[in-house]
């Protein structure tokens, strides 16, 4: 069993590349089925999630190529309509194949979607947007049945989303790409990720406006043609590394991302003491931190609030702040699992329903821990570099969904960090 070990207390310098984006090429994968060709995306991250989306791709039928971080995706030859229950289970974005399928194929079907266990996170708005656009869905015995042929396809409307719920604002954009008529999506998600979403659809010919803003229309076309794109370095890995240069201390370059995307945590960070050099143009982000953080307050939020997947990083790096921190999770419930286990390490946090207490003490102790989802995995790593001691991480296949090799990176900003073979 692979295991990561962690030796501590030593300051970070260097610099990195930072991947590309998980939560950007996910829906782009899916939108491939949409055309009834060839698209390219360079910049893929190698990660298990990506993996799980491939032979999704595969078991319906389009071919895929992957050399390096270039994926070649051919859906000419696509004619299955149902996503396999293995992978749906595993990864939660995999709903979002089911609008593509719905405008490629006029039907799919698929069970109810899995990944991290941190909430109910129900797919009513996914729902409700599909039968929106004229699609008929019927749920039953944990399978979704989702067919447009009846009414010969789907149908622009508007669309009101209750949440800006960004899968829902996916799913709703993939359907609208090849709707007959204007769809509006009103409340949409603003996530830059769904910006980059829109972009690479209409580099394959689709219409899309407004994006950055809560209000998309999608002008329907009749077929997409073939293209390439490159997907954009991913916010939520280069926010997690900022965490480590402050949780550590140290000088780091984070290369290959945009910081405008990471607005509010760099701000953050500024305000737990670290200096931060934020370079729009050369896309990179230099973080200084020559001291234990300063206590924050932090709240999760939509895009352009502070994002709920970066909540976990940050009470791992507050847990050795200079006084008491509070976070209040409102995008997720059931996400402060991670909570418990950085008190195995000497954390002190407390919580009730939705908030947590961080009471800062420095530093940690090396212990042996598990993962239990993918942020929350990544946190432990930046919990254990202000740990005295080895610390061993495992149930590390979480943490593998999202980041391509976060030893390899760790490393190269120099943190004694490595994956070990341990006894299962």
């Known amino acids: 069993m692979s295991v990561i070990q962690v030796c501590g207390l030593t300051p970070l310098k260097g610099e990195i590349s930072i991947q590309g984006s998980k939560n950007a090429v996910l829906p782009m994968m899916a939108a491939a089925l949409l055309h009834r060709g060839v698209t390219v995306l360079t910049n893929v991250p190698v990660i298990r999630d990506v993996t799980c989306m491939l032979d999704i791709l595969e078991s319906l039928g389009c071919r895929c ?7 070649v995706m051919d859906a000419r030859g696509v004619t299955g309509t149902s996503i396999p229950e293995e992978y749906v289970t595993a990864m939660r974005s995999s709903i979002v194949v089911l609008s593509a399928l719905l405008g490629r194929m006029g039907e799919g079907s698929s069970c109810y979607p899995g990944g991290c266990l941190i909430g109910a996170r129900p797919i009513d708005l996914h729902l409700m947007a599909l039968r929106a656009l004229g699609a008929d869905i019927r749920e039953r015995d944990g399978t979704i049945e989702a067919s447009c042929r009846r009414k010969g396809g789907l149908k622009g409307a508007e669309i009101h989303l209750s949440y800006p719920s960004v899968g829902a604002t996916e799913q709703a954009i ?79 370059l984070l290369r290959g991302i945009c910081p405008s995307d990471l607005k509010v945590p760099l701000e953050e960070f500024q305000k737990a003491g670290a200096a931060v050099e934020a370079d729009e143009k050369n896309r990179q982000i230099r973080i200084c931190m020559g001291k234990r953080p300063l206590p924050l307050l932090i709240k999760t939020e939509p895009y352009p609030g502070f994002p709920t997947d970066l909540q976990s990083p940050f009470m791992a790096f507050l847990a050795t702040a200079q006084g008491t921190s509070y976070i209040e999770e409102q995008v997720f419930e059931g996400r402060f699992a991670t909570a418990k286990i950085l008190e195995q390490m000497g954390a002190v946090i407390r919580t009730e329903d939705q908030r947590a ?3 800062g003490h420095y530093p940690l102790k090396g212990a042996a821990v598990n993962a239990c989802d993918l942020r929350g995995g990544a946190a432990l790593m930046v919990a254990a570099l202000t740990a005295e001691g080895d610390t061993f991480i495992g149930e590390c296949h979480h943490i593998e969904r999202g980041y391509e090799d976060i030893c390899r990176d760790m490393a190269a900003l120099g943190a004694h960090i490595c994956w070990v073979e341990k006894d299962s």
Not at 65 to 71: E, I, P, Q, T, V
Not at 185 to 203: D, G, K, T, V, Y
């Open 174 to 252: 993939l359907a609208s790409v090849l709707a007959e008529g204007v769809t509006i999506i009103h409340q949409a998600a603003r996530e830059p990720e769904i910006s980059q979403l829109c972009r690479f659809l209409n580099n394959m010919g689709a219409v899309i406006c407004g994006m950055g803003t809560d209000h998309l229309m999608v002008q329907g076309v009749a077929g997409l043609h073939d293209s390439s794109f490159r997907v954009e370095g991913d916010r939520i890995v280069a926010g997690t590394y900022g965490a480590a240069a402050v949780a550590a201390g140290g000088e780091v």
């Open 357 to 359: 207490v961080i009471e």
């Open 65 to 71: 190529c992957r050399k390096g971080d270039c994926l």
